[in-house]
């Protein structure tokens, strides 16, 4: 298929999901604006907002909530209400809330967004109506226009009676004789300057004042009103917002905002600007923000474009300046700026705090299913777009559009050979749709009617009908996909300002964490962050075998690791046997794929990281620095007991030796004692009494004086060097009376003393 038929049809799905979606909340919106339209006419509002207090603000503000006029259609109502008698605050309050919601934008939002914005949208118009209304009445005071004239014969009159005077912003609203006109003005509406096309304006009234339809019961005329009159006012901007939002699901790829730098305050700043000259109908501006959000801009962005949108644009802002005067245009543009903007920053937390997701919108056209109700209020809408677009003759404004728009170059846009062009390459591109091309590696299946008609393995075309008869399907089976578990992408910061991105960061960060962490065999709790490689190997078993093979493969990865896990230790599957983990997983995870015929192959299993999970990984640290620092303590002391006990065997074994050293010398010494004792005995022995004379001598020797000692030596004539001879007395040896004696040893004057 070519990318001319491809975006065509993608573009045109698009739009189908739109009208679909929303089909049947605008049709009940339409019918609940067409009575509101028929019981509340334009004077019972007008004689209620003529005060100039906070209650008639009040009031124009909680009026213009429910009721059905787009903004070229509260143009005229806000006069007729100025003149009427309205105060300008009053004035300014309806000419807000009016465009800004209505019954038909409110099952818009519902059917195309989500409740909370539901909900905020009417109470966001009413507080934006109600500031300005008091701001004006406060401080724009002595702030008049041109048109800002008393009740006159046209106050009451319907608004065809002034339209010529305001140009109206529709083309109902023009002169109703066919007056040709040769260049078309620009205006609100597209529709509003087809001079030749002659509506009623008793058909068509602005101004709402159906008091004077009659024909049928309320029923029937708010049905007449609601598919007539009102519809006219929206069709070409329904058509214009439509084709936008088809545009921006197509165009615009996933997360685009989130990565232009449209979030926070410049995100809401880019949308007013964008919104405040901008004209866009509450009810068509809301497909838009829809596709918006889903493509990634917050929710207060959003909800600034939805506000500022429908209630500023051009034409708008002029008759508000003729009407009220400049000083009130000043308080109406610096009051929406400033209660959008404070209101979009007020979404922004509120979508963290009821924990939704703005981008989690239906905007896919492949992933819409739509049911019966669905279906029929889709086809019935378009049908009556479409005819409101015929009976308006849209297509000549658009013609008209395209002479204006190539006048500068000369170049007449409608001309016939134009036309045959542009027919041809749009019918060349719907003819591409019919052709669909196979590349390498590539398995192609052609659908008609819930059915596969044809597919192709192999590269080349493959014809078939074009779209939407037939649609394709295609699928890669040579690319090598990858699925990852518990792996954290994302860069959390906790000090940034956009609490919707952190909120959704945490969100992401916690089911990652949670689809990583698994339970061991002792029962403790490990993460484990992995990644399955696989490639698709039956294109047809994996499209039409199941409706989400992808999210099918995970879980089966998930079962496969857990239940391998749940059989090993923990030691195991950190540092003991990682390799054996990862093989055990792959074939577990094989046979399941097998048995469950996905038509996928399993290419391998990745461990990515094995750690305790974060939430107790500081515990599981602080038991592990507890559990180093024991060991270490264990070893630091056991090396000082072993220190400590070789100390003391070696001071043990010294005080040994010493002891043994010592006994040997006191062994030795008493043995030498001993055997001088022996030997003085045997001498003593021999000698016959010889030691108990020395004995005698050497006492006599201490207890006598020198004179006595001298005295006494001549009587015993002993000389100083004596000795004991053991044996028979020599012939030199002198009798005594103690004995023999005879002179050599000096050691004996231990016993005798000096006999000198």
């Given at each position: 298929m070519g990318e001319i038929g491809q975006f065509l049809a993608d573009w045109l799905s698009a739009l189908w999901m739109v009208l679909a979606e929303s089909g049947p909340f605008l049709l009940v919106g339409f019918v609940i604006a067409g009575v509101l339209a028929i019981v509340i006419p334009a004077q019972w509002i007008a004689r209620r907002l003529g005060g100039d207090d906070v209650k008639s603000v009040a009031t124009a503000s909680i009026i213009g909530?429910?009721?059905?006029?787009?903004?070229?259609?509260?143009?005229?109502?806000?006069?007729?209400?100025?003149?009427?008698?309205?105060?300008?605050?009053?004035?300014t309050a309806f000419l807000i809330s009016t465009p800004e919601t209505g019954i038909d934008s409110i099952g818009a939002t519902w059917a195309l967004m989500d409740p909370l914005m539901t909900v905020i949208r009417p109470l966001a118009a009413f507080v934006t109506a109600f500031a300005a209304g008091i701001a004006v009445n406060l401080f724009g005071k002595g702030s008049t226009g041109p048109l800002d004239q008393p009740e006159t014969a046209t106050a009451l009159a319907p608004p065809a009676a002034f339209g010529e005077d305001d140009q109206g912003c529709c083309a109902h609203m023009a002169t109703p004789e066919p007056e040709p006109a040769p260049e078309p003005e620009a205006s609100c509406c597209a529709h509003e300057t087809v001079a030749p096309i002659s509506v009623s304006t008793a058909d068509h009234d602005h101004a709402h004042d159906h008091a004077g339809e009659t024909k049928g019961n309320l029923f029937q005329r708010a049905i007449r009103y609601a598919f007539g009159t009102l519809l006219d006012d929206l069709t070409p901007w329904f058509l214009i917002g439509f084709a936008i939002s088809g545009l921006i699901v197509v165009?615009?790829?996933?997360?685009?905002?989130?990565?232009?730098?449209?979030?926070?305050?410049?995100?809401?700043?880019?949308?007013?600007?964008?919104?405040?000259?901008?004209?866009v109908c509450a009810t068509a501006s809301t497909p838009i923000a829809a596709a918006m959000m889903a493509k990634g801009l917050e929710p207060g962005a959003a909800i600034v474009f939805l506000l500022a949108g429908p209630a500023t644009n051009v034409a708008t802002m002029l008759v508000v300046k003729n009407l009220l005067g400049k000083r009130t245009l000043v308080l109406y543009l610096t009051s929406i700026a400033i209660m959008s903007l404070a209101i979009g920053a007020l979404v922004n937390r509120l979508y963290p705090m009821f924990g939704l997701d703005p981008t989690a919108m239906d905007v896919d056209p492949a992933m819409m299913e739509h049911g019966v109700i669905s279906t029929i209020a889709g086809i019935t809408l378009g049908v009556l777009l479409l005819r409101s677009a015929w009976r308006l003759r849209l297509d000549r404004r658009f013609g008209a559009w395209l002479r204006k728009a190539g006048a500068p170059v000369g170049l007449d846009l409608t001309a016939w050979p134009m036309k045959v062009a542009a027919a041809a390459l749009v019918l060349f591109g719907?003819?591409?749709?019919?052709?669909?091309?196979?590349g390498p590696g590539e398995t192609v299946f052609i659908e008609q009617f819930g059915r596969i008609a044809a597919s192709r393995t192999t590269p080349g075309p493959l014809f078939h009908a074009p779209w939407p008869i037939a649609t394709k399907r295609r699928v890669s089976t040579s690319e090598v996909h990858s699925l990852e578990f518990g792996v954290e992408r994302l860069d959390l910061d906790d000090s940034s300002t956009d609490a919707l991105a952190l909120k959704e960061a945490r969100a992401e960060?916690?089911?990652?964490?949670?689809?990583?962490?698994?339970?061991?065999?002792?029962?403790?709790?490990?993460?484990?962050?992995?990644?399955?490689?696989?490639?698709?190997?039956?294109?047809r078993s994996w499209l039409y075998g199941q409706s989400e093979p992808e999210e099918l493969l995970r879980r089966l990865a998930q079962e496969s690791i857990r239940q391998i896990a749940a059989k090993r230790t923990t030691e195991d599957i950190l540092v003991g046997n990682s390799a054996g983990f990862r093989r055990a997983t792959e074939e577990r995870l094989a046979r399941s794929m097998a048995a469950a015929e996905i038509g996928a192959e399993l290419v391998g299993v990745e461990l990515l990281s094995v750690h305790a999970p974060p939430a107790v990984h500081l515990a599981y640290r602080n038991v592990a620095s507890a559990l180093v620092e024991r060991e270490t303590t264990i070893t630091e002391k056991e090396a000082r007991a072993i220190e400590m006990v070789s100390l003391a065997r070696t001071e043990a074994t010294d005080t040994l030796q010493q002891a043994e050293s010592a006994a040997a010398a006191r062994r030795g010494l008493a043995e030498a004692t001993?055997?001088?004792?022996?030997?003085?005995?045997?001498?003593?022995?021999?000698?016959?009494?010889?030691?108990?004379?020395?004995?005698?001598?050497?006492?006599?020797?201490?207890?006598?004086t020198a004179p006595e000692r001298s005295q006494a030596s001549r009587y015993f004539a002993i000389s100083p060097h004596i000795r004991i001879i053991r044996g028979a007395p020599t012939g030199d040896s002198r009798t005594g009376p103690g004995g023999d004696f005879g002179i050599d040893d000096p050691r004996d004057r231990t016993f005798r003393g000096d006999a000198r």
């Open positions: 909530v429910p009721v059905p006029l787009c903004s070229c259609s509260v143009i005229p109502t806000a006069t007729q209400l100025r003149r009427s008698g309205a105060s300008k605050g009053a004035t165009a615009v790829p996933a997360g685009f905002f989130n990565g232009a730098g449209l979030s926070g305050w410049t995100g809401m700043l880019t949308m007013l600007i964008a919104g405040v000259p901008l004209y719907y003819a591409s749709t019919a052709v669909t091309t196979a960060l916690k089911k990652v964490r949670e689809e990583a962490e698994m339970l061991t065999g002792e029962g403790w709790i490990v993460s484990i962050a992995y990644a399955v490689q696989y490639r698709v190997s039956d294109g001993a055997t001088a004792f022996e030997s003085l005995a045997t001498v003593d022995s021999e000698s016959e009494g010889a030691i108990q004379h020395l004995m005698m001598l050497d006492a006599e020797k201490r207890a006598l």
